[in-house]
C-alpha cells in the first residue's frame, strides 16, 4: 500500500510540469488568434473605409482597389448595352415563312391538265412606339411581305382562290421584291381613368395608314389566319367582301384608310366595342387615282362566356361608293355581315359567318361559313388541331337572270344547255401537326360542289400541304 501511494505521488509530480506547459501554450496560441482578429478587424474598417469613396488611391488596401476598378470596368461595359437595351424597349418583331404545294386534275383546272403548284410567302412586322401625348400612347406599325407563286388555276368559281397564302408581286415569278403591305399609326387614348392611367376600362383608338382592312373588320378566331387555319379565301374572310370584291383594296389586299374605335373592358369577359373605318377603293386604294366613294364600314362586338369559355360575336355594314358589278359598271354596293367565334369545351371551338349583299349586281349575295377547331388533347397532341368548315355561296337573282347559257370554263355558249343559278358548296379540311415552336405541317383537302353555281360543272378537289416557319 505504501508503495502504491509513493508511485502516484511520483506520477503526480511528473504530471504537473507537463500539464503547466500545456496550459501556457494554450494561452500563447489564444494570444496569437486575439492579436490576429484585431489586425483583420483593423483592415476591414480601412477596407470599408475606402470603399465608402468611389476614387482610387494607391493608399487604399489592393483589395479595395481591385474592386474599384472592376465595378469602373462592369459599369462601362453596361453602359452601351443599357443605352441600346432602352433603344429597344417597346419594339417587337414578328415573322412567317408560309409555303404550299397543291394538286388538282385536269378537270378541274382552267388550263384543262394536272396541276402541281408550289408558292411560298413571307412577313415580317415591325411595332414601334410612337411615342406619348398626355396620357394617349402612339404605336407605328409596319409590315413587309414577299414571295412567289400564284397557286393553281381553277375552273370559274365563286370563291376568288383555293390558296390564300399565295403571293406575287405584279413584276413576275422570277422577281420575289418586298412590298410595304401595312404601315399605319395608332394612337391609344385612356378615357375616364381617375388620374391612373392604368386603371382606364375604356380607351379610343385612332389609326390612320396603309392598312388590311381585316385585320381590323370582320375578325374571327377560328378562321381568319390563312397561314395556319383555312386556306379557301371563302373561309378567311366574309366572301362578299373578299371573293366577292366588296373590299376593292389594291391588288394585294390593302388600301389608305382611317379608323376610329371606342373599347370597352369595363366587365371582365363582356367586353365591347365600336368601329367605324374609311378606305381607299378602286383606284383610290392603289393611290392611282381619286379617294371619292370610299368603303365605309361600322362593326359593333362584344365577348361573351359560353359555361365560362371565350366567344366573339362582331356585326357590320359596308357602304362600297366603287363597287364592281359582273357586268364590269362601277356602281354603290352595301351589305351586312356577322362573325362570330366560340369555345364550347376546353378543346372544341365553332364559327361562323354570314355575308347579306344589300344592294349591288354581284355574281352571289348571300354567303354563309361555318366550321370547327378541335385541339389534339384527347389524342395527346395538344398542340395539334383539325379544322373543318362548310360553305355556300347562292348565286344572286340578278345574275341568274342576266347570264347567258355559258359553258364549264365561262364562255357564253347559247347551246350550251345550262344557266348559273345553284349554290356553290364547300368544305375544307385540315390537320395542323406541330412539329416544334416554330414549325408545323398542314395537311388540306378542299371540295367544292357546283363551282360558280353550275350544276353542271365537275366537282373541284384539290389536295394540298402547307407548311410554316414562325417567330
Known amino acids: 500500500m505504501r508503495v502504491k501511494l509513493i508511485a502516484a505521488l511520483l506520477a503526480a509530480g511528473f504530471a504537473m510540469p507537463a500539464a503547466a506547459n500545456d496550459m501556457a501554450s494554450v494561452l500563447a496560441e489564444m494570444k496569437r488568434l486575439a492579436a490576429r482578429i484585431e489586425a483583420l478587424e483593423r483592415q476591414n ?27 469602373a470596368q462592369t459599369l462601362a461595359m453596361q453602359g452601351p448595352f443599357k443605352k441600346l437595351a432602352e433603344a429597344l424597349e417597346g419594339i417587337e418583331v414578328g415573322g412567317s415563312l408560309t409555303g404550299v404545294v397543291q394538286k388538282v386534275g385536269a378537270g378541274h383546272t382552267a388550263s384543262a391538265s394536272d396541276e402541281t403548284r408550289a408558292s411560298y410567302r413571307g412577313d415580317l412586322t415591325v411595332t414601334l412606339p410612337g411615342g406619348e401625348m398626355g396620357d394617349a400612347e402612339g404605336k407605328i406599325f409596319s409590315h413587309f411581305r414577299f414571295g412567289q407563286g400564284t397557286g393553281t388555276g381553277l375552273r ?9 397564302a399565295a403571293f406575287q408581286t405584279n413584276a413576275g415569278a422570277d422577281d420575289s421584291f418586298a412590298i410595304l403591305a401595312q404601315a399605319w399609326y395608332q394612337l391609344k387614348v385612356p378615357l375616364r381613368d381617375d388620374g391612373i392611367k392604368a386603371n382606364a376600362r375604356e380607351h379610343l383608338y385612332l389609326t390612320a395608314g396603309k392598312i388590311d382592312p381585316f385585320v381590323f373588320f370582320d375578325q374571327n378566331g377560328i378562321a381568319d389566319d390563312e397561314s395556319s387555319r383555312f386556306l379557301n379565301n371563302a373561309f378567311v374572310h366574309n366572301p362578299l367582301l373578299d371573293s366577292g370584291g366588296d373590299i376593292r383594296a389594291d391588288a394585294y389586299g390593302f388600301a389608305p384608310g382611317v379608323i376610329v374605335k371606342y373599347e370597352n373592358s369595363a366587365r371582365k369577359g363582356g367586353e365591347w366595342a365600336l368601329s367605324f373605318g374609311m378606305f381607299g377603293s378602286g383606284p383610290g386604294a392603289n393611290f392611282s387615282g381619286s379617294l371619292a366613294g370610299p368603303l365605309v364600314i361600322a362593326q359593333a362586338e362584344t365577348a361573351a362566356r359560353f359555361n365560362h369559355l371565350a366567344g366573339n360575336y362582331r356585326i357590320y355594314l359596308w357602304n362600297q361608293g366603287r363597287g364592281s358589278n359582273y357586268e364590269q359598271i362601277e356602281r354603290r354596293h352595301s351589305g351586312i355581315g356577322f362573325s362570330a367565334d366560340q369555345k364550347v369545351t376546353d378543346d372544341l371551338a365553332l364559327f361562323g359567318r354570314y355575308g347579306h349583299q344589300l344592294k349591288g349586281k354581284v355574281r352571289f349575295d348571300r354567303a354563309l361559313t361555318v366550321g370547327a377547331e378541335l385541339a389534339g388533347n384527347p389524342w395527346s397532341r395538344a398542340a395539334d388541331s383539325m379544322g373543318l368548315a362548310f ?3 347562292r348565286t344572286s337573282a340578278d345574275f341568274r337572270n342576266d347570264s347567258p347559257t355559258i359553258d364549264a370554263d365561262g364562255d357564253a355558249v347559247p347551246d350550251f344547255g345550262y344557266q348559273a343559278g345553284g349554290s356553290e358548296k364547300l368544305v375544307e379540311l385540315y ?21 360558280g353555281g353550275n350544276a353542271t360543272a365537275p366537282t373541284v378537289k384539290v389536295l394540298g400541304l402547307r407548311a410554316k416557319i414562325g417567330f
Open 156 to 164: 370559274p368559281t365563286y370563291t376568288s382562290t383555293a390558296n390564300t
Open 45 to 71: 474598417k480601412d477596407l470599408e473605409k475606402a470603399l465608402a469613396s468611389e476614387r482610387i488611391s494607391e493608399k487604399e488596401p489592393e483589395l479595395a482597389t481591385r474592386l474599384k476598378a472592376t465595378e
Open 391 to 393: 360553305g355556300a355561296l
Open 431 to 451: 390537320y395542323r401537326y406541330k412539329l416544334n415552336s416554330h414549325v408545323e405541317l398542314t395537311p388540306d383537302f378542299q371540295w367544292i360542289r357546283q363551282p
